[in-house]
């Protein structure tokens, strides 16, 4: 397993966000948390690059302030 940078578990995430990182190296990639610039981002609810309300999927942006957000 490749070393991320520190986690950072204090951030929650939406459980609907996906990343190929975290499907191969599991819930503590450093991409679920912080959005990479070489990581594609998907909803597993729309399975597109935005949610159900229309916004962009990435950390950042998967947050409980969105009402489609499902906390992991």
Known sequence: MPEFT???RSRPVCKH????AL?????DTHDAFHT???SSYQC???CFVTG????????????PSRSC????
């Open 44 to 46: 597993l609810a729309t």
């Open 69 to 72: 957000f499902k906390a992991r």
């Open 52 to 63: 159900p309300d229309r916004g962009l999927c990435v950390p950042e942006a998967c947050q």
């Open 17 to 20: 966000l996906r990343t190929k």
């Open 6 to 8: 520190r986690v950072d």
């Open 36 to 38: 990479s610039r070489s």
């Open 23 to 27: 499907h191969a190296y599991g819930a």
